[in-house]
């Protein structure tokens, strides 16, 4: 995992981070012609991190909120059973 740092909200796996390293190497060589080398890319993932992470994070928690309190709110309407359903309205055993 990356050390964690103040302000850095998310740890990720050194897998990951390998993974997105390369990725953003790749980008640069395919997209803007430009050699980045694997410092320069992981400072460039620091920072996105850092800066923009944080956007995206708590945009991310508020949508898992919302789809929560949208499950909650429906949750009678999803699992209510009626009760005492033997005995049926108008009609009696004679």
């Not at 390369?22 to 850092?50: C, H, N, P």
């Not at 945009?59 to 209510?80: E, M």
């Amino acid at each position: 995992m990356t050390p964690s740092r103040p302000g850095m909200l998310v740890e990720l796996p050194e897998e990951t981070v390998d993974k997105l390293v390369g990725s953003i190497r790749r980008y640069f060589t395919e997209q803007r012609d430009e050699d980045l080398g694997e410092l320069q890319a992981k400072l460039l993932l620091d920072f996105v991190m850092e800066e923009i992470g944080p956007s995206i994070y708590n945009a991310a928690i508020t949508d898992a909120q919302t789809y929560l309190r949208d499950r909650v709110a429906d949750l009678d309407g999803a699992c209510f059973v009626p009760e005492f359903g033997y005995w049926k309205p108008g009609k009696s055993r004679k």
